[in-house]
C-alpha cells in the first residue's frame, strides 16, 4: 500500500510570511504525528492529531499550529516565519493505539527555507 | 539538553569495519527504537526493544537495550556502503516519543 506522502517536498519562503504543509497517511492509520528536524537539535516533537482532535503537543510557540480532516490527512500550518524555522518537516502516520512505542511510518519530508 | 545523548555524532569508517552507536539517558524509557534516515527520506523503523537487557539482531545490526532501561547501542559488524545513513535512537517517554540528535555512519568503498 502507499506510504505516508507530504507536499509540498520543498518550499522557500521568506520572514514573515505563513506556510502550510500537508502530510496524506497510510490508508488505515489515525493518527498523524509532525516533527522538526534541524541538524542541530534531530527531531522534535510537534504535534499529534488522532481523529482530527490535537492529541499530544510538544513545545513549540503558538506558530506553530495544525488540523487534521475526517479522512485523516492532516495540514500544519507556520505563521510569521523565522530563519530558525528552517528545517525538514516529518509527518508520521500510525494506526493511533496511543501508546508512544507503536510504529510510526514516516513521509519523506518537505524541507523549508526561510529567507 | 536533549533527553537522549547519542554519541559519536558522526562517524567515518572503511568497508568491512564494525561499529558501535550509543544512546543514553538518565531517564527511564518505556522503550527504544532505532529507526536510520537516508538523504531525502523520512526515517525507517530498524526495531523496537522493550524489555531491559534485551538483545535484538537485525542480518549485521545488533540491538541492546541497557538493564535500566536507560541506554542502548547499535553494534553494526562488518559495515558495508549500503549502511551509510543517518542512525536516530529514540525512546518512549510517557506518552511521546523523544528523539536523539543522530548519528551520521559513512562508510567508504
Known amino acids: 500500500k502507499a506510504g505516508v506522502t507530504q507536499t509540498p517536498r520543498y518550499l522557500i519562503k521568506t520572514r514573515g510570511q505563513q506556510v502550510t504543509l500537508s502530510c496524506s497517511p497510510i490508508?488505515?492509520?489515525?493518527?498523524v504525528s509532525w516533527y522538526q528536524q534541524t541538524p542541530g537539535q534531530g527531531l522534535q516533537f510537534l504535534f499529534e492529531?488522532?481523529?482530527?482532535?490535537?492529541?499530544n503537543k510538544g513545545n513549540f510557540p503558538g506558530r506553530f499550529s495544525g488540523r487534521q480532516f475526517s479522512n485523516s490527512r492532516s495540514e500544519m500550518n507556520v505563521s510569521t516565519l523565522e530563519l530558525g524555522d528552517s528545517a525538514l518537516y516529518l509527518c508520521?502516520?500510525?494506526f493511533g493505539s496511543g501508546t508512544a512505542q507503536e510504529t510510526q511510518y514516516f513521509g519523506p519530508g518537505t524541507r523549508l527555507l526561510v529567507l | 539538553t536533549q533527553l537522549l545523548e547519542q554519541s559519536p555524532q558522526f562517524l567515518s569508517i572503511q568497508e568491512g569495519e564494525n561499529l558501535t552507536v550509543y544512546c543514553n539517558s538518565s531517564?527511564?524509557?518505556?522503550?527504544l527504537q532505532w529507526y536510520r534516515q537516508e538523504p531525502g527520506e523520512g526515517p525507517v523503523l530498524l526495531v523496537t526493544?522493550?524489555?531491559?537487557?534485551e538483545v535484538k539482531k537485525l542480518k549485521r545490526l545488533t540491538f541492546q537495550f541497557g538493564d535500566a532501561r536507560k541506554d542502548s547501542s547499535l553494534h553494526i559488524t562488518a559495515a558495508q556502503p549500503g549502511d551509510t545513513g543517518l542512525y536516530l535512537c529514540?525512546?518512549?517517554?510517557?506518552?511521546?516519543?523523544?528523539f536523539g540528535a543522530g548519528t551520521i555512519l559513512r562508510v567508504k568503498s
Open positions: 531517564s527511564v524509557f518505556s522503550s
Open positions: 529514540a525512546g518512549a517517554y510517557g506518552n511521546k516519543l523523544v
Open positions: 508520521a502516520s500510525s
Open positions: 490508508s488505515g492509520h489515525r493518527s
Open positions: 492529531y488522532f481523529s482530527e482532535t490535537q492529541r
Open positions: 526493544v522493550v524489555t531491559g537487557g
